[in-house]
């Protein structure tokens, strides 16, 4: 039986806002993986479910959930206020170190577009907490002077066709006093459509939380 096929996945309400969500647990996880979606998205992106499952199979749990309740996600300007974001993010950190089943595993956070800042304002807020951020396509400038308070080892990863994009990451690297890296994916655009773009971002993301998560376990 393989990892992925070991995994248990439940529904579940995040925080006290009580919002939507979807948990993964593979056996013998090494850590949690915390989703934050991008405008316009939610905790059921294709994307992200396919970088969650290939997660999930190298042995990582993971939590995509939503960001905005039904009613706030209807007001266009919530979908791109950070600051908000960010507290859902750093309230779903402090739901995962209450959930009986993720209490014991160390946190990350994988962020795309807006979500990519929403992350990185939590891991400032909850230093002790984040142990380490992907970025996927995201606008981490957007984080403004929350980023040099971040601690946790990030990752950046662009497409090298996202023109704009990549020079806003090469802002906000330049920010960061963590350990930190920029990887530019060759020939991809902002959603990483190209063929084998998307498994790129995954072997990279992979990699980066092995690397950071379950030191506390090992």
């Known amino acids: 039986?393989?990892?992925?096929?070991?995994?248990?996945?439940?529904?579940?309400?995040?925080?006290?806002?009580?919002?939507?969500?979807?948990?993964?647990?593979?056996?013998?996880?090494i850590g949690l993986v915390i989703f934050a979606h991008g405008s316009g998205s939610s905790r059921l992106s294709p994307r992200n479910t396919h970088v969650a499952h290939q997660l999930n199979s190298r042995g990582l749990a993971t939590l995509l959930f939503d960001l905005l309740t039904e009613h706030?996600?209807?007001?266009?300007?919530?979908v791109f206020d950070i600051p908000l974001l960010g507290t859902r993010v750093a309230e779903a950190v402090r739901w995962a170190r209450e959930n009986a089943e993720a209490a014991?595993?160390?946190i990350g956070l994988f962020g795309?577009?807006?979500?990519?800042?929403?992350?990185?304002?939590?891991?400032?807020?909850a230093p002790d907490d984040v142990k380490a951020i992907v970025s996927r396509g995201g606008r981490p400038d957007l984080a403004g002077d929350y980023l040099p308070s971040v601690?946790?080892?990030?990752?950046?990863?662009?497409?090298?066709?996202?023109?704009?994009?990549?020079e806003l990451n090469e802002q906000a690297l330049e920010r960061l006093t963590c350990e930190k890296r920029l990887e530019i994916i060759p020939g991809a655009?902002?959603?990483?459509?190209e063929p084998g773009a998307l498994d790129q971002v995954v072997d990279l993301t992979g990699r980066w939380f092995e690397m950071h998560l379950g030191r506390s376990v090992q």
């Open 112 to 125: 795309s577009s807006t979500g990519a800042a929403a992350a990185l304002v939590a891991a400032a807020q």
């Open 151 to 166: 601690r946790a080892p990030t990752l950046l990863i662009v497409g090298g066709a996202d023109y704009g994009v990549i």
């Open 1 to 29: 039986m393989t990892q992925l096929e070991q995994t248990r996945e439940a529904t579940v309400e995040v925080g006290s806002h009580h919002l939507e969500g979807i948990l993964r647990i593979p056996e013998n996880a």
């Open 104 to 106: 014991n595993l160390d």
């Open 189 to 193: 655009t902002h959603l990483f459509e």
């Open 72 to 78: 706030e996600a209807a007001y266009r300007a919530n």
